[in-house]
């Protein structure tokens, strides 16, 4: 009696595994921060003299009594969505002229004018701004349009006035577990990267003059490696104001 014989077919190859998602961080930094050198970046500051008198709004105490470093701050509410709230974008441009005078409330619907007690129909240099600074949450969502126009409306103001402009994205920890657990790895991280230059594209403030930095939220003591960020940041603000008075 004649047979067939057949061969068993082979067993199935087991599933490929997974692809792993890409790493979080770059292999190596795109931006290089000087870590270890706030005591060279804060005598620079401590040691900055401006060639015009102080703007007396937001000072910053020296450590002797009495003495305040050579700049200031000038805070203002923050743009909003919509017509009618936040700060308006006519309040922004006086400011920047130097026609608000201290201590003046903004009111989004009630703007400034000439008429007003709190207007400075005559600006000195020392009153105008010397430097414009965008500040913006890194875990904030996305600029809404409304918004953007208002940013970009003031953003051309100043330049019309050769007001050089920055934009300095905060709280990155929160934003970035990566950066949250090794600070270091601020110019490693991809959605850091991504926020800046997002950042870049819609209001066209280039990568260069944008700068991460952690806020101080539940330290109680400075940390070396927070202050680096924040000093490479003030640092560039003060020459940027410095060379807008040279040029006035």
């Known amino acids: 009696m004649g047979g067939s014989s057949s061969t068993p077919a082979p067993p199935p ?20 921060v000087s870590w270890g050198t706030n005591e060279r970046d804060l005598q620079y500051v ?3 003299q401006p060639q015009v008198e102080e703007y007396k709004t937001h000072r910053i ?3 002797d009594r009495g003495n305040f470093y050579p ?6 509410m923050g743009l909003e969505e919509g ?3 936040g700060i308006s974008v006519e309040d922004i441009k006086l400011a920047m002229m130097g026609h608000v005078k201290e201590g003046y409330k903004f009111n989004p619907v009630s703007l400034l004018t000439s008429d007003d007690h709190d207007y400075n129909s005559s600006p000195s240099p020392d009153d105008r701004v010397h430097v414009l600074v965008c500040v913006f949450s890194a875990n904030a969502s996305e600029l809404k349009g409304s918004v953007l126009m208002k940013m970009k409306a003031v953003r051309e103001a100043a330049s019309n006035m050769g007001i050089p402009q920055l934009a300095v994205v905060t709280k990155i920890d929160e934003a970035c577990g990566e950066t949250e657990k090794d600070l270091k790895t601020v110019y490693k991280s991809k ?3 991504k926020k800046m230059t997002d950042l870049s594209s819609a209001l066209g403030i ?19 490696n927070v202050d680096s960020l924040i000093l490479s940041c ?4 003060i020459d940027f104001g410095d060379d807008f008075i040279n040029n006035i």
């Open 234 to 237: 003030l640092r560039l603000i």
């Open 191 to 193: 959605y850091i990267k």
């Open 71 to 76: 700049f200031v701050f000038n805070d203002v």
């Open 46 to 48: 401590k040691e900055y």
């Open 61 to 63: 105490p020296k450590e």
């Open 206 to 224: 280039p990568l260069n003059c944008i700068f991460p930095v952690k806020n101080y939220s539940q330290e109680i003591s400075t940390d070396d």
């Open 13 to 32: 190859s087991p599933p490929e595994p997974p692809t792993p998602p890409p790493p979080p961080t770059f292999r190596e930094p795109w931006r290089q």
């Open 83 to 85: 017509t009618g709230r």
